[in-house]
Nanobody
Framework: QVQLVESGGGSVQPGGSLRLSCVAS????????MYWYRQNPGKERELVAS???????NYVDSVKGRFSIFRDNAKNTVYLHMNSLKPEDTAVYFC?????????WGKGTLVTVSS
């Protein structure tokens, strides 16, 4: 079955950086678009960044110029580099993808940005 395992979350001061990783298994990773979402309690889950199998990326406006998504097909891993972090970036970050028309999610990793 499809499994997505995120790591790399933690606590950081405003202006700091983190790199999130998501290792995928149970699918043909190299042909899948991959997605990073985030969610705060009481709020809807927000799509933060995506990357297609061909490497085309998209970002929500609030993270453009600060976050970068990239993939390593040899490692079945997608990354989210987060720079210049702000308190409003605090959230649980989830990795997601589609396989056989079903959307699959990881369990998430918590990012806290606070002084």
């Amino acid at each position: 079955q499809v499994q997505l395992v995120e790591s790399g979350g933690g606590s950081v001061q405003p202006g700091g950086s983190l790199r999130l990783s998501c290792v995928a298994s149970g699918l043909m990773f190299r042909i899948n678009s991959m997605y990073w979402y985030r969610q705060n309690p009481g709020k809807e889950r927000e799509l933060v960044a995506s990357i297609t199998s061909g490497g085309t990326t998209n970002y929500v406006d609030s993270v453009k110029g600060r976050f970068s998504i990239f993939r390593d097909n040899a490692k079945n891993t997608v990354y989210l580099h987060m720079n210049s972090l702000k308190p409003e970036d605090t959230a649980v970050y989830f990795c997601a993808t589609y396989w056989n028309t079903v959307q699959h999610w990881g369990k998430g990793t918590l990012v806290t940005v606070s002084s």
